[in-house]
């Protein structure tokens, strides 16, 4: 690893979209993700995916992991990556989903611009040494 890579801060939003009003384990995520290192930036809950979108290009974030267990995901993640399009910043971002997200769903999102989906049980440790690898060089 160059000088560089080791200087560099990996920026992250986690956030809650939609009315899913369980955020614990968006908090662990953001605690884990910050003692590793990221800069994170939490939405809060209740987000729609417009905010989201609005507040990934504002904070100019690498990674946008959305925490979702509301079992909308189908509906509320296609529209944050047509946002994120829209801004042009879909390449620019990695875009991770956490939660509740059945198994035959996993594969329709990951083709819809999901790198990555992260269900219950997933390590801590994987999710990081996943953003450190994948999240896109500015």
């Given amino acids: 690893m160059s000088a560089d890579e080791a200087q560099r801060t990996i920026r992250c939003l986690v956030a809650k979209v939609g009315l899913d009003g369980h955020d614990r384990g968006a908090h662990v995520i953001a605690r884990a993700f910050r003692d590793a290192g990221f800069e994170v930036v939490y939405s809060g809950l209740h987000r729609s995916p417009d ?50 997200v059945p198994e035959e769903d996993r594969e329709d999102l990951r083709e819809m611009g999901v790198a990555e989906v992260f269900g219950p049980g997933a390590s801590m440790k994987e999710m990081i040494a996943y953003v450190r690898e994948h999240a896109p060089e500015r």
């Fill in 51 to 100: 905010e989201i979108v609005q507040a990934a290009v504002q904070e100019d974030v690498d990674v946008l992991g959305i925490s979702i267990l509301s079992g909308a995901h189908n509906t509320l993640v296609p529209k944050v990556i047509d946002g994120l399009a829209e801004y042009g910043a879909l390449e620019d971002t990695l875009l991770i989903v956490g939660g509740i």
